[in-house]
Each structure stands twice: as C-alpha cells, then as structure tokens.
C-alpha cells in the first residue's frame, strides 16, 4: 500500500475530456491495489487566462511542485491560434511548468499495438514488432534562447544554445533506459551543420565509454526522419534535442497510428509530469469523440516512472491491449474492418477499460 499525491491538470479543449478518463483509471488502480491516493485539480492554459489572468498561476505550480506527480492534458484556444501576436498564451503555461518543475526529459515510447497494424499509413511488415523510446531534451534550443527580429523587423532570428551539463544529464537518462531495454542507442544531431551538434556529438561519444554494454550510433536528424519510415525496428533509444525531438516525434506518433494513442512523461530531478502528445484538438473538442487511449497510457507511465508501480502499471496496458483485441475503436483508429457498433467515444471507452480492469 502506497500514499501518493497526484495533481489532475486537464488544460483546454479535448484536454478535459480525456484527462477525466486518465484519472478514473489511476482512481481504480488505486482500489485495485489497495493505494491511498490523494488529488488536487489546477487550471493551466486558456481557461487559467480566462479565470485567474495568467496561463499558470503560482499557486497551481506550487500545488504541482508539492505533489508526487502530475497527469497533465493540454493547452490551447483557437483564438492564440490565428493572433501570433497575444501576449499571453496558453502553451506559456505549459513551457513555464516545464522550466520551473525542471522538466528536462521528454520520455515518447512508440510501441503499436499489433491489432493497430492497419491503422498506420505504413505497411504492416515494416512496422510489425517496432518499440521505440525516445528521449527529447526540453529545457534548451531554439525554444529558450534568445529571439529577435532585425532590420527592421525584415529579419528573424532564434539562437540554439547547449551546455555540455544539460546533453549529459538527458544522455544518461537516455544509456540508463537503453541498459533495460536492448541495448542500442541512436543519437540524432546536425554536427554537419551546427555547432550545438557537434557539442552533442561529443559529449554522447565521451559518455559512451562509461556505458560499454551499449551499442551506439550516430545519426544526423533528417536521416533519422528518413529511417524511421524505412526501418523503425533498427531503433531502440534515441535521444535527441528539443526541436529534432519535436518533429521526429510526430513523425513517429504516425507509427503508432494515431496521436490519440501516444502518452509522454516529462521527467527532470522533481515531481513528473504524464500527458498524451496531442493537443486539444479544437475540432473535435466537445463532440465526445476524443480518444482517450493517449491519457490512459499516460496514467500507466506515471505509475511506473513516478511510482515504480510496474505491475499496475502493466495492467493498465494490458486493459487497453484487451479492449483493442475485442475489436472496440475511437473514430481515430477505425478502418474499414471495424464494425460501427464497436466505434465508441471517449467515455464508453473509458468506462469499458475500466470494466477490463476489474476482471484483470
Ligand atoms: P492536435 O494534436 O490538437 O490535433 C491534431 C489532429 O489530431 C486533429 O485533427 C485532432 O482532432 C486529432 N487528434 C488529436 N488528439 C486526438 C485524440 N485524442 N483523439 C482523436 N483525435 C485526436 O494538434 P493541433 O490541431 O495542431 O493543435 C490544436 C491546439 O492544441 C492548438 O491550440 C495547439 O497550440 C495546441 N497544442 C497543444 C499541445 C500541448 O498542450 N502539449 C500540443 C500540441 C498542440
């Protein structure tokens, strides 16, 4: 029995619908297992702008520093969408609870679930068996150095900016995960190109030698992008930095299927922030359509990665695994084989991996 404290962040948009879902799951788990977890709900985003004037107020990062972990949903408002020029913004808040919970790892596990094969845009035989972790450093690059404009206003400019510490400490997260998994690493870098890159480089080929059991490669981030699609099974671990990590891994969340279907955990020295990859989708936002699957999935990183609960947290997979193996859908990941009666929404879903939970 375990006494945990958990902060429920569901942002905006579908962030609301499929964080609910996230927290039934961890509410059972805890039955289940006989866990005294506790809860507090904080606004983050458009509607913390909306109610307290700020994207994230002190007293909800406090809230979240002071907690064991936090599941998290999205952010977003169309209205920032098409007005580049708001000043304040939903996605400030999600960057400033990065920044202050010193959220440094950025965890994407990649894995399809074989009843999925024929959802992705890619053929089954290349992807069949593809397992991959990702690790996308988050505090660094072009999203936190200095930009400007100049000349003017006629030109732009976004500094990338590394230290040596900061590709150590998401490295080792990175050879650390590698140990418990196969054993291969893929580094991805522009060292032709920039300088932050051979840094990278550099520091990853020195640590190498401290982690000899593992096999590691080089890869230069567009080949990477270009294996993905060709090979995704070649990779194991890859870890990259912010913005190579940002779009290779929404090219790999296409393995997966679905954004619906992907959790991420964000990771530093303090509490962990879960949350699905998607955002929050204002095209569906309300309809009861959203998959819910990502925020589940999210759930069950927390309850290992956070609470070193692996064995619930294996039950929560699994439940999902079911469900998929009996045949049920969010519109998302329907195809021409699924039956319509077997479509389902957000909280049917829910309320059927639930069920699955109690006969596991
Ligand atoms: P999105 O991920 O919200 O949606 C992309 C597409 O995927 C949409 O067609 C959407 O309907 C679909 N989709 C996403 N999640 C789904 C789910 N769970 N089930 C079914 N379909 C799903 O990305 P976007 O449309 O580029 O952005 C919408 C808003 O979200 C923007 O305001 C953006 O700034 C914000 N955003 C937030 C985050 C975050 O909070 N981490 C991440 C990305 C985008």
Redesign the pocket.
């Known amino acids: 029995m375990a006494q945990k404290h958990i902060v429920i962040a569901p942002?905006?948009?579908?962030?609301q619908e499929?964080t609910a879902v996230g927290k039934k799951v961890v509410e059972k788990i805890a039955a289940k297992f006989g866990h005294e977890f506790t809860y507090d709900e904080v606004l983050i985003?458009h509607l913390s702008i909306e109610a307290m004037g700020s994207p994230l107020t002190d007293d909800a990062l406090e809230t979240m520093r002071n907690s064991d972990a936090v599941l998290?949903?999205?952010?977003?408002?169309?209205k920032?969408?098409n007005d580049p020029t708001a000043q304040m913004r939903?996605?400030q808040g999600?960057f400033r609870m990065r920044k202050e919970l010193g959220l440094y790892a950025n965890l994407r596990p990649i894995k399809l679930f074989d009843e999925l094969l024929g959802a992705s845009s890619i053929k089954p035989e290349v992807l069949k068996g593809a397992d991959i972790l990702f690790f996308r450093e988050l505090t660094g690059d072009v999203y936190f150095g200095e930009k400007g404009r100049k000349n003017n206003g006629n030109t732009a400019y976004d500094m990338a900016e590394y230290s040596r510490y900061e590709v150590e400490r998401i490295a080792r997260k990175a050879f650390e995960a590698a140990r418990t998994r196969r054993k291969k690493l893929c580094s991805a870098d522009k060292a032709n190109v920039m300088e932050t890159g051979r840094l990278w480089r550099e520091v990853v080929q020195k640590m190498s030698l401290d982690y000899p059991d593992i096999e590691v490669e080089h890869q230069y981030a567009d080949a990477t992008a270009m294996l993905l699609i060709k090979d995704p099974r070649r990779f194991d671990v890859i870890v990259t930095a912010n913005l190579f990590g940002d779009i290779l891994t929404d090219e790999a969340s296409q393995i997966a299927g679905?954004?619906?279907m992907l959790a991420s955990a964000s990771i530093g020295d303090g509490t962990g922030v879960y949350?699905?990859?998607?955002?929050?989708?204002?095209?569906?936002t309300g309809k009861g359509?959203?998959?819910?699957?990502?925020?589940i999935l999210s759930a069950a990183l927390l309850l290992d990665i956070s609470f070193g609960m692996k064995e619930e947290s294996e039950m929560v997979i699994k439940a999902v695994d079911n469900l998929l193996k009996a045949g049920y859908r969010?519109?998302?990941i329907a195809d021409s084989q699924t039956s319509s009666d077997k479509i389902l929404g957000?909280e049917a879903i829910g309320k059927l991996v639930l069920t699955t939970l109690d006969d596991l």
């Open positions: 942002g905006d948009g579908i962030g499929v985003g998290f949903g999205a952010v977003g408002h169309p920032y969408d939903p996605e999600l679905s954004m619906g949350e699905p990859i998607h955002g929050s989708a204002h095209d569906i359509v959203a998959n819910p699957i990502a925020s969010t519109r998302d957000t």
